[in-house]
T-cell receptor
Framework: DQQVKQNSPSLSVQEGRISILNCDYT??????FLWYKKYPAEGPTFLIS?????DKNEDGRFTVFLNKSAKHLSLHIVPSQPGDSAVYFC????????????????FGKGTKLSVIP | KAGVTQTPRYLIKTRGQQVTLSCSPI?????VSWYQQTPGQGLQFLFE???????NKGNFPGRFSGRQFSNSRSEMNVSTLELGDSALYLC????????????????FGQGTRLTVV
């Protein structure tokens, strides 16, 4: 049972336009969401995160939107650049302990973004 | 500040052998998690250690084990290797969840590419 889903395996966008990557989740207990970018043969690089108490978080060209009622989040990249071409993973976290808690991430299967010059 | 270091980067083993992978987290981080990435399953959580204790474990067989040392460095071991264990193994470090900190992120190493032949 896949708790975090990225339904688009790939996305192509023209340079300078907006890239929108989508993610859906099923577990309403998830309370923290993250986006990671990954190049082949490298570890994921953290991009941006959002707590479940917020509905938007912005960092430069990257904005994450969270719609808790729909159990949906999206990552917007504006403007898209060729260097943004990578696989993007959506991840959700479930805090299991109070205090300094356990950190388990559940990942989607990723969306490969290609930004065309 | 040094990042997460995983050794070795690449490893080739034969079926039935065992393997030990190493991870040094970011200085000051006490939580270390391990993930397996395969083309078919994406990134899957193996286990998480905090202060030398395994606090959380994913759905993997007992052949997969780990430990954490007092300096927070962690090792994972896979015994009786199978062809299906071929994957990129990623280690992530985090300071651990803290109520006072809204945003905590897990930072990944570059991974160890294990090939079982």
């Amino acid at each position: 049972d896949q708790q975090v889903k990225q339904n688009s395996p790939s996305l192509s966008v023209q340079e300078g336009r907006i890239s929108i990557l989508n993610c859906d989740y099923t577990n309403s207990m998830f309370d923290y969401f993250l986006w990671y970018k990954k190049y082949p043969a490298e570890g994921p690089t953290f991009l941006i995160s959002i707590s479940s108490i917020k509905d938007k978080n912005e960092d430069g060209r990257f904005t994450v939107f969270l719609n808790k009622s729909a159990k949906h989040l999206s990552l917007h990249i504006v403007p898209s650049q060729p260097g943004d071409s990578a696989v993007y993973f959506c991840a959700a976290s479930l805090r299991l302990y109070s205090g300094a808690g356990s950190y388990q991430l559940t990942f989607g299967k990723g969306t490969k973004l290609s930004v065309i010059p | 500040k040094a990042g997460v270091t995983q050794t070795p980067r690449y490893l080739i083993k034969t079926r039935g052998q065992q393997v030990t992978l190493s991870c040094s987290p970011i200085s000051g981080h006490r939580s270390v998690s391990w993930y397996q990435q395969t083309p078919g399953q994406g990134l899957q959580f193996l286990f998480e250690y905090f202060s030398e204790t395994q606090r959380n474990k994913g759905n993997f067989p007992g052949r997969f084990s780990g430990r954490q040392f007092s300096n927070s460095r962690s090792e994972m071991n896979v015994s009786t290797l199978e062809l299906g264990d071929s994957a990129l193994y990623l280690c992530a470090s985090s300071s651990g969840w803290d109520r006072r900190i809204q945003n905590t992120e897990a930072f990944f190493g570059q991974g160890t590419r294990l090939t079982v032949v």
